[in-house]
């Protein structure tokens, strides 16, 4: 009797933990693949961050270094004039462009063109912070496979040091990928022309780099909030250049 209870006792411990083995998650459900890919690159995604903030600031510094110290040509003098005398602009008015150049013009030191001028190069180097992370998160997702990345209890996890040897392809060809792009992009003579120079243009490459990372993350992780602010930038910039359209109507069908 005693040698069947303990067997009992022994196949009641295996099956707990055959169920246990089987059990599915809290959710009940297996994590979906946005999940799974936040979780998997959790990290490497904080340090993408980091080397694109890095390179944005190398990207100021440059259109610092190539500011127009004076007043350009085109519409240029005009918006100079409406940063030093809070003024209106020619229409529709430019009234998000006219506040900056209106702060820049009253906290900076130097020339008043060259304050005014400096907004152009502040906003460019912005939008190729969220230039370079919607490539990096774009082609994180692109290469990302659910499979791959299990670990053998079948969960999603973070990359540990087991899995560095994907880390050079995965994740730093993502980064080499975006600093590329983001290079091309804001070191092309035509942006990096209107970039140091008060003109309207750098203000609209801002918020369509703005908007291009906040559809990507609202498709890698369907939050509402990434919509609901992806509305407010498209007012903003339609504010600023009706040719912002041309990106909107695409998304929004």
């Known amino acids: 009797n005693h040698s069947v209870d303990q067997s009992g006792k022994k196949s009641t411990s295996a099956n707990s933990k055959t169920d246990n ?14 999940e799974q890919f936040e979780n998997y690159y ?3 995604i904080r340090w993408g961050c980091i080397i694109g903030y890095f390179f944005s600031i190398f990207i100021l510094l440059v259109y ?4 127009y110290p004076s007043v350009p ?19 529709p008015g430019y009234p998000l462009f006219s506040m900056l150049a209106i702060l820049f013009h009253a906290v900076l030191p130097g020339s008043p063109a ?15 912070f969220f230039h370079f992370l919607t490539i990096m998160r774009w082609d ?3 290469s990302f ?17 087991r899995h560095r040897r994907r880390w050079p392809w995965a994740w730093g060809e993502s980064v080499l990928a975006a600093m590329v792009g983001t290079g091309l992009l804001s070191f092309c003579p035509l942006v990096w022309g209107y970039s140091i120079q008060a003109e309207v243009f750098a203000m609209n490459n801002f918020f369509v780099s703005l908007l291009l990372y ?40």
Not at 64 to 67: A, D, G, K, Q
Not at 114 to 128: E, K, P
Not at 215 to 230: E, S
Not at 238 to 252: D, E, G, I
């Open 64 to 67: 610092t270094r190539t500011l």
């Open 140 to 142: 994180l997702w692109l």
């Open 42 to 44: 959790e990290d490497e």
């Open 145 to 161: 496979d659910p499979v791959a990345a299990r670990s053998p209890a079948g969960r999603i996890q973070r990359l540990t040091n």
């Open 114 to 128: 060259w304050r005014v001028n400096m907004v152009s190069a502040v906003l460019a180097s912005i939008g190729a």
């Open 214 to 253: 906040l559809t990507v993350m609202w498709h890698q992780t369907r939050r509402a909030r990434w919509a609901y602010l992806g509305c407010l930038c498209a007012g903003l910039g339609l504010s600023n250049q009706h040719t912002l359209v041309f990106y909107l109507l695409p998304v929004a069908v």
């Open 21 to 34: 083995k089987t059990k599915p998650s809290r959710s009940g459900a297996q994590p979906s693949f946005r």
């Open 73 to 91: 040509g085109g519409d240029s003098g005009e918006l100079i004039v409406v940063g030093c005398t809070a003024g209106i602009a020619h229409p």
